[in-house]
Nanobody, 127 residues
Framework: QVQLKESGGRLVQAGDSLRISCTASGDTLSAYAMGWFRQRPGEEREFVAAINRRDDSTSYADSVQGRFVISRDNAKNTAYLQMNTLQPEDTANYRC????????????????????WGQGTQVTVPS
């Protein structure tokens, strides 16, 4: 069973860039499709980005398309979310998620599809 731990979240200014990481332990990350979700206080957890096992297909929420990039380094057992041109509405707790799957080509965009979750890392962009 994989354990996930996010890192890299902090307070940044509007327009800045930030990369957050999700490091896996207990299993090999290459067996999992990965996703990033975020949650603001009082709101539901929402999809941000997803990547397949083969690292050749990704999906993004409309709100981050063109600004965020999801990637993975299976050799380091780590997934990343590069966030550019950050805005106050990006302020949230960001959680990574993993889904074990035999499919190399699928990514998953619904939170109910993921079995494993990290605790999250806070990203704050003051207005």
């Amino acid at each position: 069973q994989v354990q996930l731990k996010e890192s890299g979240g902090r307070l940044v200014q509007a327009g800045d860039s930030l990369r957050i990481s999700c490091t896996a332990s207990g299993d090999t990350l290459s067996a999992y499709a990965m996703g990033w979700f975020r949650q603001r206080p009082g709101e539901e957890r929402e999809f941000v980005a997803a990547i397949n096992r083969r690292d050749d297909s990704t999906s993004y929420a409309d709100s981050v398309q063109g600004r965020f990039v999801i990637s993975r380094d299976n050799a380091k057992n780590t997934a990343y979310l590069q966030m550019n041109t950050l805005q106050p509405e990006d302020t949230a707790n960001y959680r990574c998620a993993a889904k074990i799957t035999p499919r190399f080509d699928y990514y998953y965009t619904h939170r109910v599809e993921y079995e494993y979750w990290g605790q999250g890392t806070q990203v704050t962009v003051p207005s």
